[in-house]
């Protein structure tokens, strides 16, 4: 019988972690919940809170609510959704991850330094994403998203720029961006770029990258709506090409498992453990019934 892993390093981040903390006391206690978007970017933990009671809903829906509980997901928000749920009587259950806090404050302290000059805020991240909205949303939604190393070019090389990062963003990825600043930019100006990136995340990619090499089969569990799941699939099938991206139990039934040894599970930091454990067994009852 193969030898079968789940990474240890996989699934939630804390952050993830209490928020769904903070939604499952509330339903413990049979409270009518709202959650503003997808509590996490995986469709099958979202069912499953649901199932115990939470109500999805999109900020066209927030909009028309009063004196209901509303869940701020970890992603954050910005501070005109803090002050319409004030207007409609909201209460809010505020479940913002601790190192997004940290980040919004760090950018509208700098926002504030400098909205009268020509300082441009620059946010690493993409454009639409729940957590980037509530980044730009600290500057009165000035700053400039740059998602890809030809976005920089959207930036006047000639004013002074401060750069942030979105908290799941590659740290590959923002150093590129740093360095292509640093060669374009006017050297007479100041520029000022902070390494926001959670260490949760980017410490993930070298520890997928391991957990890939020491397996023969990797089956990377994540909903194909999440951005982390994506980057870190690609980082796992680079070193691995024997990887496969799955939603759940039932995307393994095409796959041949004969022959392997060491099979990895895998997953995003939006992949709950239990929908792995899931996929664990249903790879024990196909290997057990080719046997």
Excluded at 52 to 66: H, N, Q, S, V, W
Excluded at 150 to 165: A, E, G, M, T, Y
Excluded at 223 to 248: H, Q
Aim: glycine share 6%.
């Amino acid at each position: 019988m193969a030898r079968i892993e789940i990474d240890k390093h996989s699934g939630y981040c804390f952050g993830v972690v209490k928020a769904i903390t903070k939604a499952e006391e509330q339903l413990l206690n049979k409270e009518e919940l709202f959650c503003l978007g997808d509590i996490v970017h995986n469709n099958m933990e979202v069912e499953r809170l649901e199932n115990k009671g939470m109500k999805t809903i999109r900020y066209e829906d927030f909009a028309t609510l009063k004196n209901k509980k509303v869940l701020i997901r970890a992603h954050g928000e910005p501070p005109s959704t803090y002050k319409l749920a004030e207007e409609q009587g909201l209460e809010l259950v505020d479940a913002t991850c601790p190192v997004v806090i940290n980040l919004q404050r760090r950018i509208r302290k700098a926002y504030q330094e400098h909205k009268h000059d020509e300082t441009q805020i620059v946010i690493f991240g993409k454009p639409g994403h729940a957590e980037v909205n509530g980044l730009v949303g600290q500057t009165e939604n000035k700053a400039i998203v740059v998602e890809h190393l030809p976005d920089v070019d959207r930036i006047d090389l000639s004013k002074p720029i401060i750069l942030f990062s979105q908290t799941t963003k590659s740290l590959d990825e923002y150093r590129l961006v740093v360095e292509k600043i640093k060669a374009g930019i006017n050297p007479a100006v100041s520029f000022e770029h902070y390494d926001t990136i959670c260490r949760h995340m980017s410490n993930r990619v070298p520890q997928i990258r391991n957990f890939a090499a020491a397996n023969d089969l990797v089956f990377f569990v994540s909903d194909a709506k999440s951005s982390n799941g994506k980057s870190l699939y690609k980082a796992c099938k680079e070193v691995n090409d024997k990887t496969y991206f799955i939603t759940g139990p039932h995307d393994i039934n095409e796959i041949d498992l004969i022959g392997f040894e060491r099979i990895g599970i895998s997953g995003a930091t939006s992949t709950p453990r239990w929908l792995m454990e899931e996929v664990r067994q249903e790879i024990e009852k196909k290997l057990a019934f080719s046997s």
